[in-house]
């Protein structure tokens, strides 16, 4: 191991590693200055970043505990949550689709998959990408991540009606969509996705920090979204106890939150808004590997 922070050029920016000096044994990846994601190298199953821990969550209920599962990763990062998945629930399938190679292949480098790990990666643009996946995987995919960024936004053309369609049949009866939804003052952005995704699934739930929520500040928002009843008795304890604790917006107060918010179309989609410089910006700080 190098003294010094690794660091390489892709498509997004300059990438790096960084030692997380608060949570020994993790790294966080950070991408022309914005944190992408956070890995536990000792432990795969803590997750750190707020938004992932919601995310994580859907793993957990999504089936009875170790159950091997059928996963889908629309974006890699530093893949965090595809190496949770190989954590805890043990011979599960998983896919994953990430645009720039060159930055899973610095990850990687840096941070390898634990061993035994079924994790197949995929690279392109993820709605390219999805008409090419398997036809066996149609109607397996128990959980289908979506947390795609070109730097610190989302793409205009994976937030639409028509993108999502593709999306969803790879969903299996029980299956979750879990969607990391970036947006700031007013929410029109993610009032937009809500609405979007459950003009296509009848079970659609939010969670996110009740300033968030407010629309006082910029942050994420998780939606989860299936064919089948969410898991939503369990879920409000577990977010009440995480570190950052979260509030499941569903029901009638969901339908609230859209407040007759547009369906996205291919037509009518934007990329999510960009957050301030002083919101996720890092600057360069001396760090051992």
Partial sequence: MSDST?????????????????????????VDGTPQSHVNTEDPSHLSFEYVRRIGHLIDLVA??????????????????????AATRAESRQQVV??????????REHVPFPRGASIRLRYGDAREVL???????RGTVDILVVDIFGGARTPAHVTSVEFYGEAVRLLSPRGILAVNVADGAGLAFARGQVATVASLLPHVAAMADTSMLK???????????????????????????????????DGPELRDFIAGAPVVTDATAVPSP????????????????
Avoid at 69 to 80: D, F
């Fill in 6 to 30: 690794p660091e390489v050029q892709v498509g997004a920016g300059t990438a790096r590693l960084e030692n997380d000096r608060h949570d020994p044994g993790s790294v966080t990846l950070i």
């Fill in 64 to 85: 009875p505990d170790g159950e091997a599962i059928t996963a889908v990763h629309l974006g890699a990062g530093a893949l965090t949550l595809p190496r949770y998945v």
């Fill in 98 to 107: 990430e645009l720039d190679r060159g930055l899973v292949d610095f990850v």
């Fill in 131 to 137: 008409g090419k996946l398997p036809d066996g995987l």
């Fill in 215 to 249: 629309g006082r500040r910029f942050g994420n928002i998780v939606l989860a979204a299936s064919r089948s009843e969410l898991p939503t008795g369990a879920l409000p304890r577990l977010l009440a106890g995480d570190p950052a604790p979260a509030k499941l917006v």
């Fill in 274 to 289: 960009p957050p301030a410089r002083s919101v996720f910006q890092t600057g360069r700080k001396p760090s051992t590997w």
